[in-house]
């Protein structure tokens, strides 16, 4: 059932005070928490839940709310659920009137909620911090004209892929679903395949990668005895084959798989990890899904905001992502980018469209020194990126899947909108004040 809309007026409590009472107004958050249109963003989320049948939702605004200061503070759904018991000022972002002092919600209830959105309903929540700063000025519309696009990986939260750690991870997720299964097998293998993968790290890179190669080796024999062990005790049984068959076939890629194969499997819990070099001196691969990311160019009076971020599976060539990142850019802003700044990584894209002039770094012969000046503020872009990596959480997602790759890139940008969005109301805040007190001093001060 749709969530339930909170009562527009605020029901007294005898021995207890209201939120708005306590709270200092002019805090930042309680300040974007009044520029955010609520009532659209119930609407749209609320027509994912089905209509008189069930307990009513959660409120949208509780939801939305928790991943918003989730991303803001760069916590986790554990941490922010924690935080928000502790802060009045998360509780009256999320709606509450009074101070609760528990959490109407659990933390599976965050990941429940993300399974219902998709990424138009979350370039809705990108494209309601475009509103908001443009609505307070800290950005302009021309200036949402000229874009900045990049590529970076997003990395996953996965250990550095070996061939011992794979194929230990394979014995036991096949030994751990036997048991679910009520399978007794021949042999688990779990002792000895641990000592086996310890012996082969210890020894790898030192004078013993001989006799490591041959532990690998009765790894890799000891993997397909379980294997054909269990194919044949599941022969014939439709319910077990098919609770065993993404377990299988996850195993049987990592016990077929040899160094310099194509299309590995780097992860036995997220076979989505792609393995991405971007030429880093000092990171030479990174395991995660390519990301394209769009930013304004010219620097707002509230800072670069991020306009796009788009997942591109399949680690496809750079240029062939920038049609789909200028798209979902004209999306977000309802504004068609004008012109576009990218690296010589896009040399080649191909794209060519009225009113859209697309600029490649380190390009001569360009008499415009406006376009020179912006052409050399691409390369701004790399600290939205360290930024969106160092204080959210575009370095190690920990959300399941390709699904969970565009859910966290999009709120990554969220979130660094809404840090640019706290900040910008703080330096009006200390605007005002300043203006106060200049307006209040005598005028003979105000002359020397």
Not at 52 to 65: A, C, E, I, K, N
Not at 106 to 134: G, P, V, Y
Not at 288 to 315: D, H, I, M
Request: contains cysteine; aromatic residues 6%.
């Amino acid at each position: 059932m749709r969530p339930r809309k909170p009562d527009a007026a605020v029901q007294p409590d005898m021995f207890r005070e209201t939120l708005a009472a306590i709270l200092d107004p002019r805090h930042a958050l309680l300040r974007l928490a009044r520029c955010i249109d609520w009532e659209r963003l119930d609407a749209l989320y609320g027509a994912t839940f089905v209509e008189h049948v069930g307990r009513p939702g959660l409120p949208t605004r509780l939801m939305v709310g928790l991943h918003l200061l989730k991303h803001i503070k760069g916590l986790s759904d554990e941490g922010v659920c924690a935080a928000w018991v502790e802060n009045p000022y998360f509780q009256a972002f999320c709606g509450e009137t009074h101070f609760q002092h528990r959490l109407p919600a659990d933390r599976s209830s965050m990941t429940n909620w993300r399974k219902r959105m998709d990424q138009a309903k979350l370039e809705a929540l990108l494209a309601e911090t475009i509103a908001i700063a443009r609505d307070s000025g800290a950005v302009s519309a021309r200036q949402l004209e000229r874009v900045t696009v990049d590529t970076t990986v997003q990395t996953k939260a996965v250990a550095h892929p070996t061939d011992g750690h794979l194929m230990l991870r394979a014995i036991e997720w096949l030994n751990r679903t036997a048991r679910a299964q009520g399978i007794r097998l021949r042999q688990s293998y779990l002792r000895v395949a641990e000592q086996s993968k310890k012996a082969a790290a210890r020894l790898m890179h030192g004078r013993g990668h001989k006799a490591a190669k041959a532990h690998l080796r009765k790894m890799r024999t000891r993997l397909g005895r379980l294997i054909r062990d269990i194919e044949r005790k599941v022969a014939g049984d439709a319910a077990r084959t098919q609770a065993f068959a993404p377990v299988l076939e996850r195993a049987r890629r990592i016990h077929a798989q040899q160094p310099g194969d194509a299309n590995k499997l780097y992860a036995f819990h997220a076979p989505e990890v792609e393995c991405i070099g971007k030429g880093k001196a000092r990171t030479r691969y990174e395991f995660g899904v390519k990301t394209s990311l769009a930013t304004t160019n010219e620097r707002a009076k509230g800072g670069q905001f991020v306009l796009g971020a788009l997942t591109c599976p399949g680690n496809p060539y750079d240029g062939h992502t920038l049609g789909a990142q200028l798209d979902q850019v004209a999306r977000v802003t309802g504004r068609p980018p004008a012109r576009a700044y990218v690296d010589r990584g896009y040399r080649g894209h191909g794209i060519a469209r009225d009113g859209l002039d697309v600029y490649i770094s380190h390009t001569r012969g360009i008499a415009s020194p406006t376009i020179r000046r912006e052409l050399r503020r691409r390369n701004a872009i790399e600290p939205v990126i360290g930024h969106q990596k160092a204080d959210g959480h575009l370095e190690r997602n920990h959300l399941q899947g390709a699904e969970g790759d565009m859910i966290n890139a999009l709120l990554c940008a969220v979130g660094h909108n809404l840090r640019l969005l706290l900040a910008w109301f703080r330096k009006l805040l200390w605007l005002l004040i300043a203006t106060a007190l200049y307006r209040a001093e005598p005028a003979s001060m105000q002359a020397a």
